[in-house]
């Protein structure tokens, strides 16, 4: 029950004052534990001007088990797979990283950032995060057309 109020709370704290280029509201009235994200692709890279499905899911046990978050619009991102699951690479996330003093917030805050700022080195889609490091203009531009394709413009 502890994980409920928790979670309960982080949502309303997050409705509230919800970071810069993030809204968050649940997937579904009656399930706490699935979350909508709607995150705004950040001015100066390549995601500018899209907004972005994200899906969180946070496990029964939260906080000491952490939640896990992917993409549902498509992303051509080093860390976000470039498969229908769109699972984000976020190195917090891992099990034996997570902390559960973590918040949410937090959470989704340096998911946004990493469309800022790639990890190349935490990738999951070595082929994008080697044309990355090799060739950021060619990157941009294929992230930018998928961007225009698959998010929708704010």
Known sequence: MGSQKRITKELAELMESPPDGITVELASESNLYEWKVFMDGPDNSPFQKGIFQVKLVLPTEYPFKPPTVSFVTKIYHPNVTNDDKGSMCLGMLKADEWKPSSKLAAVLQFARQLLEEPMPDDAVEGRIAEQYRNDRKRYEE?????????ATAA
Do not use: G, M, Q
């Open 142 to 150: 294929i992230a930018r057309e998928w961007t225009r394709k698959y």
